[in-house]
């Protein structure tokens, strides 16, 4: 357009059409009116402008020492790196380098570009000298370095936290959830979810200066007397659960004493006819209710609230918060319409009975609800033998219906059933199943457990290492035929990956129990894909819509509370050596990774 303009302008010189760049294009123009050579001026003159705010002019000097570009660039484009060679026509392999990943170069002869992983959706420009070697400078968000060279991997977890921790600070302070990309925030309840959730992660971290400042928030700022509804469940496993840890890691009563204020005010969900608690409190008004849509509510969520509340009596000596919660197990251990242990995804709060009868799953709406029957038995010291009994035989049922094996590759995996049809369709979520088995084959239960969680560990971790992005979708479905090359495929609609923790979950319980190192290699390869695919530069970590693309993974703009709160005190605890911090012997983990204590014997 630049060199376009100025032929126009010399073809306005009607007595001299010889320097037009098409005599023709001339002979038109002087056709034209004076207004019409005019529109047509101003036309291409904005479209000049336009060009130049559109694309920024990115420029480096050419001499002396090297300048590191980096473009993040509108619409979650790729991001490039460009750099001077240092030869003509030399490999780029060598400076084609972020932090310790190896990236892909493009071939030109005097500039490396290096396609450095999607990184945003914001156009951002930095500009920085590249480190001499002489300096002893880390690159560029490098990894924690041990002596020797080699990368501390839990200093690398705690840097992935901080900068997490950064992103929340600066753009969603004392809300429920970071949007990472377009630099705000989100809100659910309105009550610091993602502060409350992280407070005990930053306490095991050792992260001493973001916790103080955390705590400062919740003495000051934190009040549960709010005109808002929130759901029992999520309320009950992030927030209460959060605050009773970080009780116990702390000894700090504001925690207890906010605990005490929530767990009271969501009591309201239990005032039903069937005992079944409802699914929705307001905590300001006392007043519970079911959805607008029906009066079910899921298995999960009235079954995986009981740690929770059962400490929250042995604490307060009140025990009306282990009634509320024991009254449902026992309601929902006599109930008909099991199969083989297995229990549907829904139960009405009038009538106390199982609704949508029929489908079974591991997966959403009833995982946790297993998970809590085993932790439940050690929570109370392994005494009460009706939930030992019910885990027992849900284990024997997902053996005899759920579990099948890939016939080419021999995967093992938990499927779903529906009215007597087999699907082979597997939650992530599911993947806590081999950290559960395990923790259960730990505090005595079969060996067989152990076996089966191995090969399910094996299964969770192909769901990763067979995607193009290295990261798992929401659902796979697995390949029951003969001779098929890929074992995992994926739908489009479950292409997405919410930077859920059940896989590195189950891989830190494996290597606590086996001591295998596989499973820390396999917990840092999947770290390194959330660092390549995931993080902002701004702050924060992003879900995704694509994990089947790795050159555009479609950013979803939402830091779910669960990644700081599971996904990466999970991965530090993989990698660290204390075998007492956080102690299997003494603490029982919530479904949203808050560690509470198991309950010492009665003299």
Not at 407 to 434: A, Q, Y
Not at 528 to 545: A, D, E, L, M, W
Request: proline share 6%; net charge neutral; hydrophobic share 35%.
């Amino acid at each position: 357009i630049s060199a376009f303009i100025p032929m126009l302008w010399r073809c306005s010189d009607f007595s001299n059409c010889g320097y037009c760049f098409i005599p023709s294009l001339c002979q038109k123009w002087k056709q034209l009116s004076r207004l019409q050579r005019s529109l047509i001026l101003f036309f291409f003159a904005m479209l000049l402008i336009c060009g130049i705010v559109m694309y920024p002019k990115v420029t480096w000097p050419w001499s002396g020492r090297n300048i590191y570009i980096h473009i993040t660039v509108m619409l979650a484009e790729p991001t490039y790196c460009l750099f001077k060679k240092k030869k003509k026509n030399s490999s780029c392999d060598s400076q084609c380098m972020m932090g310790h990943f190896l990236l892909t170069a493009r071939a030109h002869p005097r500039v490396c570009v290096c396609l450095c992983s999607w990184r945003g959706a914001m156009i951002e420009m930095e500009q920085m000298t590249e480190p001499q070697p002489s300096t002893g400078q880390k690159p560029r968000d490098a990894a924690p370095q041990q002596p020797g060279g080699l990368v501390d991997w839990p200093e690398a977890v705690k840097e992935a936290f901080r900068h997490a921790w950064k992103g929340y600070r600066e753009f969603a302070w004392g809300h429920d959830e970071l949007k990472p990309i377009s630099k705000s925030y989100g809100e659910w309840f309105g009550l610091g979810l993602t502060l409350i959730d992280a407070l005990d992660t930053m306490w095991i971290m050792g992260l001493k200066e973001e916790f103080e400042e955390a705590r400062k928030w919740v003495a000051t700022e934190l009040s549960f007397f709010r005109n808002v509804d929130v759901n029992l469940f999520e309320t009950t496993i992030r927030i209460l659960g959060g605050l009773l840890s970080t009780y116990h890691l702390t000894g700090d009563s504001l925690f207890l004493d906010k605990a005490k204020d929530i767990g009271s005010r969501l009591m309201p969900a239990f005032s039903t006819p069937s005992k079944i608690p409802y699914s929705d409190v307001n905590i300001g008004k006392g007043v519970a209710h079911p959805p607008r849509w029906t009066s079910d509510s899921t298995v999960a969520e009235v079954a995986s609230i009981q740690l929770e509340f059962r400490e929250l009596s042995r604490l307060t000596q009140d025990p009306q918060y282990q009634k509320a919660v024991d009254e449902v197990m026992k309601i929902v251990h006599r109930l008909d319409g099991k199969h083989d242990g297995l229990v549907p995804l829904f139960i009405n709060t009038n009538s106390g009975q199982f609704t949508h009868r029929g489908v079974f799953t591991l997966g959403a709406r009833a995982d946790s609800y297993y998970e809590y029957l085993l932790k439940q038995w050690i929570q109370g010291g392994k005494k009460e033998k009706e939930l030992l009994e019910d885990y027992l035989q849900a284990v024997e049922g997902v053996k005899k219906n759920l579990l099948r094996k890939t016939l080419s590759h021999g995967l093992t995996f938990v499927g779903e059933l529906s009215h007597g049809r087999f699907n082979p369709k597997m939650d992530h979520l599911v993947c806590f199943l081999p950290g559960t088995l395990a923790l259960g084959a730990y505090n005595g239960l079969p060996p067989n457990h152990m076996e089966l969680a191995t090969q399910l560990m094996e299964t969770c971790y192909q769901m990763y290492k067979q995607m193009e992005t290295g990261l798992s979708p929401e659902i796979a479905h697995f390949n029951l035929q003969p001779h098929s090359v890929r074992n995992v495929e994926v739908k489009s609609a479950d292409r997405h990956n919410l930077l859920r923790p059940e896989t590195v979950e189950s891989l830190f319980y494996m290597y606590r129990f086996t001591g295998d190192q596989r499973y820390r290699d396999w917990g840092w390869e999947i770290f390194q894909s959330f660092n390549k695919h995931t993080r902002v530069p701004s702050g924060g970590y992003t879900s995704i819509g694509n994990v089947r693309d790795p050159t555009n993974p479609s950013p979803r703009d939402k830091m779910e509370s669960f990644f700081l709160a599971e996904t990466l005190k999970y991965l530090y605890l993989l990698f660290s050596d204390d075998q007492e911090l956080i102690s299997l012997d003494k603490y029982v983990f919530n479904t949203e990774a808050h560690p509470l204590p198991i309950w010492p014997s009665d003299p």
